[in-house]
């Protein structure tokens, strides 16, 4: 790297006590505020999304708890009696 040009991706700084001019400070309002912009949708996004991934995790462990209970109430398998085994002796032929 020379030392009047800057690599690819870096930024040239400028002296440090240099005032910016009035455009130069407008556009870096203009791209904080679109950054703020940015981070308030990105959190509401998320915040949207945990509270879909709570609905829906709820929705399952209520489904999932209202099917073993009332499982565990069904009797009509409580008074089936299983059927006498009939011993077929197998004739050779």
Do not use: C, H, W
């Not at 709570?54 to 009696?81: H, N, P």
Request: proline share 2%.
């Amino acid at each position: 790297m020379s030392s009047g040009q800057a690599e690819k991706g870096e930024f040239k700084i400028a002296e440090p006590g240099r005032q910016l001019k009035r455009a130069e400070a407008d556009f870096m309002r203009l791209i904080e505020q679109q950054n703020l912009q940015r981070v308030q949708k990105l959190q509401r996004q998320r915040r949207n999304n945990k509270l879909t991934g709570i609905a829906l995790g709820g929705t399952v462990l209520g489904i999932y708890l209202y099917s073993m209970f009332s499982v565990k109430q069904e009797k009509f398998l409580d008074d089936f009696e299983e059927p006498v085994k009939i011993e077929v002796e197998n004739k050779a032929l």
